[in-house]
Nanobody
Framework: QVQLVESGGGLVQAGGSLRLSCAAS????????MGWFRQAPGKEREFVAA????????TYADSVKGRFTISRDNAKSTVFLQMNSLKPEDTAVYSC??????????????WGQGTQVTVSS
């Protein structure tokens, strides 16, 4: 079991950058595959990025490829999402997620509460 807490969200102008963090408590992240998702008002939750246990494999949604980077520091039980060249359409609540074992069809077991990212034009 793991509890996840996101931080780093805020208000930024289009073209700016933010770095989100997802810190684990109650359990380290070493044994978990991790992902980032986002959800805007009135829209379904959307996959953003994923990273495997070792950090050697990453996956990105087409909408963020080339702009976002997911990384992890297992020693610090933290996962990051570096977001560059932000666009207004990136505005959403961003949540991190954890999966013990192999991730299938972007399904995860544990979720953080989310952090708000607002990109102004």
């Amino acid at each position: 079991q793991v509890q996840l807490v996101e931080s780093g969200g805020g208000l930024v102008q289009a073209g700016g950058s933010l770095r989100l963090s997802c810190a684990a408590s109650g359990r380290t992240l070493s044994g978990y595959n991790m992902g980032w998702f986002r959800q805007a008002p009135g829209k379904e939750r959307e996959f953003v990025a994923a990273i495997n246990l070792s950090g050697l494999r990453t996956t990105y949604a087409d909408s963020v490829k080339g702009r976002f980077t997911i990384s992890r520091d297992n020693a610090k039980s933290t996962v990051f999402l570096q977001m560059n060249s932000l666009k207004p359409e990136d505005t959403a609540v961003y949540s991190c997620a954890a999966k013990w074992g192999r991730v299938v069809n972007y399904e995860y077991d544990f979720w953080g509460q989310g952090t708000q990212v607002t990109v102004s034009s």
